[in-house]
């Protein structure tokens, strides 16, 4: 790191300022301009360049340096395979099993209506959440409860439904996707 002392003649480094050091605080050097504002900085901030430090600088190497800077940084961003790029963000299990540690003493209805409001409250939780995909996890059994769930979506304009993938989850789930505004 370079020692700065008061008088030194400086650059600011990724701007046009230049000016003498005036006053040193800690870590804040304090630089009157050529135009006469009192402006602070960061040591690692400025450059000297009076005396024997004077550094020379072409046209061609400024033109070097904004050609770089030009050029847009590549984002290293995670490539998702085809697989994983269709894989549902939600799954709601609906099996009762799932919903609660017991159902001693529910009847078909009580089970069916529990079932029916945990899927109601987890897909508008999606829409609120913007989530486009959510599989719905019914099990085959008898279909009851997946008629009931295609009526429930049904009632919603913005969203289409469909059976879910087979090979990971047979015949008893749903995908609804949602259409975002």
Do not use: C
């Not at 904004?66 to 050029?71: A, G, M, S, V």
């Amino acid at each position: 790191m370079q020692m700065f002392k008061i008088g030194d003649k400086v650059e600011v480094l990724d701007d046009t300022i230049s000016g003498v050091v005036t006053n040193i605080a800690g870590n804040e050097i304090t630089v009157e301009t050529d135009m006469g504002f009192q402006i602070s900085f960061a040591p690692k901030e400025l450059i000297k360049v009076a005396g024997s430090n004077t550094i020379r600088v072409s046209n061609y190497d400024i033109a070097q340096v904004k050609k770089e800077k030009e050029q847009p940084k590549r984002k290293n961003s995670k490539v998702l395979k085809s697989k994983e790029r269709n894989v549902p963000k939600m799954e709601v299990d609906l099996h009762i099993n799932q919903l609660l540690k017991s159902s001693k003493g529910m009847g078909n209805y009580d089970i069916l209506n529990l079932q029916l409001e945990t899927a109601k409250r987890q897909l508008n939780f999606a829409i609120q959440k913007r989530i486009q995909k959510i599989v719905f996890i019914h099990g085959v059994g008898e279909g009851i409860l997946k008629e009931e769930l295609y009526f429930l979506f049904n009632r919603y304009d913005n969203l289409k439904f469909y059976d879910a993938d087979y090979q990971k989850y047979g015949l008893g789930a749903t995908e609804v996707y949602i259409f975002q505004n």
